[in-house]
């Protein structure tokens, strides 16, 4: 009774707090999409698909939340205090993958917790119970956020090295903090306390505030990054699908295609990132929808690490992971052809040759955990297609257009085969055999002659790239 008396927060002063948190939420998702692509560090490139996920779906529970508290219009587009905005922008445009992950991890997910957790002391937890409750489901996983990002702090910190590339590589700079980055770090506490903290609960402290990185537009990178566990990024040495859809070959073999296949779909974070930023005002539902896929396509590249993890197999020197598909697609169509691709590519995906005989083979294969990672793979790829109806599709006379168009898109790609090789890029070596005899010492098995002998590129079956492309 005591607690349900207090006199908390009006209305007009919850939905100024919850505007707040809502921006930030919003920034928060934009900055870790837009460094998903340029980001080398493949733990970080999914850890940042994740967040961003996460970030997404919060931002649309406080819209909802604020719709619902006599607000229209709601205003939620609107910059809720200018200091904030050089706080983001700053994180946005920071230079390195260390500054980016110090501003990130060590300054606004902290500072987003500290204002969720002092709106649970300041309202009257009866009277806002809605407020409360997304307050208490978003501080759940901004904690996650947090015990990741303290991990990965440390880590650069400690060891300067990073998945076989060193941070001074990625950064520019050593993994100790300088003075230069120090006075960073103050910049963006400045900032906090001119607007007030996040909540916009204290005094603002009146300091005038100077841009610094981020006193020049901030640019989208579209170009992929990996780090060194990815050292062929150009090879196209081994058709993938040509082996997966031909029936002279067994299951068990293909599960490694499929593992390979999977965790080459690092690429659709990366593409779809590129697509998410540069497309602007659309609905926020959109952004959530498009969201949820690109984190799902990473949940499907951790899939296929795990399934050669399961197998002991060392995939950063057995299987050459390449970038092509995010490369071609990033730097050579535009948001909506790129988004064309995508819905075209799913479209393929459901019939036979697709994702149910991918389940099927892992059921007819020895490795269960194959097929479970297909069922589910199945299962998201049929949300995904419903994703391109919804935000895609809508957008033409019917589903015919819309899949010519995204097949003509396709059509204009090109992949530079020979260029890259001439460049000394990649030999496009055959990385496969050595891949399958590594299995079959492992499985206690000879090699069947066959298999051992598959051989098939990319560029000797354009056609099939075109028709059955499993990037997606």
């Not at 981020?214 to 082996?243: C, I, L, T």
Request: a negative charge; hydrophobic letters at 40%; charged letters at 25%.
């Amino acid at each position: 009774m005591a607690a349900a008396m207090k006199l908390g927060l009006s209305v007009e002063a919850c939905v100024r707090r919850l505007k707040r948190y809502h921006y930030a939420f919003k920034r928060v998702h934009q900055i870790f999409t837009a460094h998903i692509t340029a980001e080398p560090i493949y733990e970080l490139k999914m850890a940042f698909s994740l967040h961003a996920h996460l970030c997404a779906e919060h931002t649309a529970a406080l819209r909802r939340r604020v719709g619902e508290m006599r607000e229209p219009p709601l205003g939620l587009e609107a910059v809720p205090d200018p200091n904030l905005e050089v706080f983001f922008d700053e994180i946005l445009s920071a230079p390195a993958t260390r500054g980016l992950v110090l501003g990130l991890y060590g300054k606004a997910i902290p500072a987003l917790k500290a204002a969720l957790e002092r709106h649970l002391q300041d309202t009257n937890l009866l009277v806002d119970y809605p407020s409360a409750r997304l307050c208490r489901f978003a501080l759940l996983e901004l904690d996650e956020m947090l015990s990741f990002g303290g991990q990965t702090i440390a880590a650069l910190a400690a060891n300067g090295t990073t998945a076989s590339a060193p941070v001074q590589e990625q950064n520019g700079h050593g993994a100790e903090a300088t003075a230069d980055s120090r006075n960073w770090l103050s910049l963006l506490d400045d900032c906090l306390a001119a607007a007030g903290g996040l909540a916009g609960a204290d005094e603002p402290s009146g300091k005038k505030i100077s841009r610094r990185y981020s006193a020049q537009p901030y640019h989208f990178d579209r170009v992929p990054k990996r780090d060194g566990r990815f050292p062929d990024p150009y090879n196209m040495g081994v058709n993938a699908e040509v082996f997966l859809y031909d029936e002279k070959f067994p299951p068990d073999p293909k599960t490694l295609m499929m593992f390979y296949k999977r965790l080459r779909e690092i690429d659709v974070p990366e593409m779809m990132a590129s697509i998410i930023i540069e497309t602007q005002d659309k609905p926020w539902e959109y952004y959530r929808d498009m969201t949820r896929q690109l984190w799902d396509e990473a949940r499907h590249a951790m899939m296929g690490e795990v399934g050669f993890a399961q197998l002991g197999i060392d995939w950063p020197s057995k299987v050459m992971i390449n970038y092509t598909w995010s490369l071609a697609l990033n730097t050579q169509l535009k948001p909506i052809e790129r988004h064309a691709v995508l819905y075209f590519i799913e479209q393929g995906l459901m019939p036979k040759t697709g994702k149910r005989y991918e389940w099927e083979v892992g059921r007819a294969s020895h490795n269960p955990l194959s097929a479970l990672f297909q069922d589910y793979d199945w299962a998201d790829e049929v949300l995904h297609a419903r994703i391109g109806r919804d935000w895609y599709l809508k957008d033409f006379k019917n589903a015919q257009e819309a899949v010519r168009y995204g097949d003509e898109c396709w059509s204009r790609v090109l992949m530079n085969w020979e260029n890259w090789r001439e460049q000394g890029l990649t030999k496009h070596r055959n990385w496969w055999p050595e891949l399958y005899r590594d299995a079959c010492r492992r499985w206690g098995v000879e090699p069947d002659p066959q298999v051992l002998a598959y051989s098939t590129t990319y560029q000797s079956v354009r056609a099939d790239l075109k028709a059955l492309t499993g990037s997606a």
